[in-house]
């Protein structure tokens, strides 16, 4: 099966309370199996090898979501943020979270 062949399909009605992902894709096999949906549906070729599964998902859980777009600003304190909790001491991280609260 080829890339462009391996469509994600999630389909859902203002009906009922679920969803449906139907996928060729392992990589949204593997998301899906992480995050605990129930398989519902599996399709096999000639070969009896699976190529397709469908899962269920609560409907509430499908979100559509605008990218966050950071300044240049807000990623550099974002970085060192970041940086100051893997480097410092637990009481250090505390007070730089202290003084980023005050700051604001």
Same mark, same amino acid.
């Given at each position: 099966m080829t890339k462009y062949e391996k469509e994600t399909i999630i389909s859902f009605n203002e009906e009922e309370d679920k969803a449906t992902i139907y996928s060729c894709s392992s990589s949204i096999w593997n998301k899906c199996k992480k995050l605990g949906l129930k398989q519902i549906? +599996?399709? #096999?070729? @000639?070969?009896? #090898? $699976? $190529? +397709? #599964? *469908? @899962?269920?998902?609560?409907?509430?859980?499908?979100? @559509?979501r605008k990218p966050r777009i950071l300044s240049d600003e807000q990623?550099? &304190?974002?970085?060192?943020?970041? #940086?100051?909790?893997? *480097? &410092?001491?637990?009481?250090?991280? $505390?007070?730089? $979270?202290e003084k980023c609260l005050v700051e604001v």
């Open positions: 549906d +599996s399709s #096999k070729d @000639f070969e009896e #090898k $699976i $190529i +397709s #599964k *469908t @899962f269920e998902i609560e409907k509430k859980l499908v979100s @559509f990623k550099r &304190n974002l970085r060192d943020r970041a #940086k100051m909790m893997r *480097t &410092n001491s637990e009481d250090e991280v $505390i007070r730089g $979270i």
